[in-house]
């Protein structure tokens, strides 16, 4: 049977590239800045009751740990050392290589006695090289919380979240009393910031992973890459590819080289007049035109699948001259 009362045939391909084959998550930051804050009181240089070694070589520790798993996504990050503040970094590109030698620079032998910790100075001190940051900022403490000399360290802690409303202060703790303990959790409870145990992070890559990248990162799924191609028009009752619209075609053909390892199905549809057996195969032939102009440039088969849906999948009013032109079409859909 011949169709009667149309003169073209418009088909819109559409190339969705969706699938867990394509769709990779992507890092997005969560600082701009960021200062890794070591305590290097004494307390810090005495043995850890649980580990048998000083405190500050497992802090140590921890940040090469996890100076391995920070992305480097742009951001901005410092080192500093409090009680006494001293800088070890100054603030750079984040940068794995130059963090690593400026951790083992760290100093692990150091005195004890006389090596108090003012806990409360130190934090306010870091004031003005916060204000030189821009945007978000973190602060990644790492101490046992045993304060004992000058201002509150809390209160300074505060009054510089209150100060930057974009300061987190994040907390990897060695405490091992309860006071200790008790002045971390208040610190790291200002802005709802992340608190670990140090040597959780020590022993558990997971549990460090996961502290890196609620300090540092968020994934989000990469916006699926949604390619329309041009539309192209077939004569009536024709399934022949009219060479206008080679150009259109070709667009797919490079589309299809850019991502060899995809496969697609070639789909067909028609609109509702004619009957279903006729319209099942023409949709059947247009899809197999573009199908073979496909392999004839380079494609591989086994790449391709055709498959004919006649009338049975309508996108819009089958009612309406302007329906039934977006009903004849042609969709590519990625399988792989």
Same mark, same amino acid.
């Given at each position: 049977?011949?169709?009667?009362?149309?003169?073209?045939?418009?088909?819109?391909?559409?190339?969705?590239?969706?699938?867990?084959?394509?769709?990779?998550?992507?890092?997005?930051?969560?600082?701009?800045?960021?200062?890794?804050?070591?305590?290097?009181?004494?307390?810090?240089?005495?043995?850890?009751?649980?580990?048998?070694?000083?405190?500050?070589?497992?802090?140590?520790?921890?940040?090469?740990?996890?100076?391995?798993?920070?992305?480097?996504?742009?951001?901005?990050?410092?080192?500093?050392?409090?009680?006494?503040?001293?800088?070890?970094?100054?603030?750079?590109?984040?940068?794995?290589?130059?963090?690593?030698?400026?951790?083992?620079?760290?100093?692990?032998?150091?005195?004890?006695?006389?090596?108090?910790?003012?806990?409360?100075?130190?934090?306010?001190?870091?004031?003005?090289?916060?204000?030189?940051?821009?945007?978000?900022?973190?602060?990644?403490?790492?101490?046992?919380?045993?304060?004992?000399?000058?201002?509150?360290?809390?209160?300074?802690?505060?009054?510089?979240?209150?100060?930057?409303?974009?300061?987190?202060?994040?907390?990897?703790?060695?405490?091992?009393?309860?006071?200790?303990?008790?002045?971390?959790?208040?610190?790291?409870?200002?802005?709802?910031?992340?608190?670990?145990?140090?040597?959780?992070?020590?022993?558990?890559?997971?549990?460090?992973?996961?502290?890196?990248? =609620?300090?540092?990162? *968020?994934? &989000? +799924?990469?916006?699926? #890459?949604?390619?329309?191609?041009?539309?192209? /028009?077939? !004569?009536?009752?024709?399934? =022949?590819?009219?060479? *206008?619209? &080679? +150009?259109?075609?070709? #667009?797919?053909?490079?589309?299809?080289?850019? /991502?060899? !390892?995809?496969?697609?199905?070639?789909?067909?549809?028609?609109?509702?007049?004619?009957?279903? #057996?006729?319209?099942?195969?023409?949709?059947?032939?247009?899809?197999?035109?573009?199908?073979?102009?496909?392999?004839?440039?380079?494609?591989?088969?086994?790449?391709?699948?055709?498959?004919?849906?006649?009338?049975?999948?309508?996108?819009?009013?089958?009612?309406?001259?302007?329906?039934?032109?977006?009903?004849?079409?042609?969709?590519?859909?990625?399988?792989?």
């Amino acid at each position: 049977m011949r169709r009667k009362g149309f003169a073209g045939f418009v088909a819109v391909m559409a190339l969705v590239l969706f699938g867990a084959s394509l769709v990779q998550a992507k890092m997005v930051p969560k600082v701009d800045h960021f200062i890794l804050f070591v305590d290097q009181s004494g307390s810090m240089y005495m043995t850890h009751g649980k580990q048998k070694d000083v405190k500050i070589r497992l802090a140590k520790q921890v940040l090469a740990d996890m100076n391995e798993m920070i992305p480097e996504l742009g951001y901005q990050g410092a080192i500093e050392l409090f009680a006494p503040l001293k800088e070890v970094l100054a603030p750079r590109v984040y940068d794995r290589a130059a963090f690593s030698q400026a951790i083992v620079g760290i100093p692990e032998d150091q005195g004890i006695y006389g090596r108090r910790t003012p806990m409360g100075p130190g934090i306010s001190g870091i004031d003005p090289l916060l204000a030189r940051m821009d945007g978000r900022k973190a602060v990644i403490i790492f101490s046992d919380g045993e304060a004992n000399e000058g201002t509150d360290p809390v209160m300074e802690a505060r009054s510089l979240a209150s100060k930057y409303s974009n300061l987190c202060f994040h907390v990897v703790s060695f405490a091992e009393t309860e006071y200790g303990q008790n002045i971390l959790n208040q610190i790291s409870q200002i802005g709802n910031c992340v608190q670990a145990d140090g040597l959780t992070l020590l022993t558990d890559k997971q549990a460090l992973a996961q502290f890196v990248k =609620d300090v540092f990162y *968020e994934e &989000v +799924p990469e916006e699926e #890459e949604v390619i329309v191609l041009r539309g192209i /028009h077939f !004569d009536f009752d024709k399934y =022949d590819i009219k060479p *206008e619209w &080679v +150009p259109v075609l070709d #667009e797919g053909v490079e589309i299809l080289k850019k /991502h060899p !390892d995809i496969k697609i199905i070639i789909e067909g549809h028609t609109d509702s007049i004619g009957t279903d #057996e006729y319209n099942q195969k023409l949709s059947e032939r247009r899809a197999k035109a573009v199908f073979d102009y496909f392999v004839s440039h380079g494609i591989s088969p086994d790449r391709m699948k055709t498959v004919g849906f006649g009338e049975s999948r309508p996108k819009a009013d089958n009612s309406t001259a302007e329906g039934r032109a977006i009903n004849r079409r042609v969709e590519l859909k990625v399988v792989k």
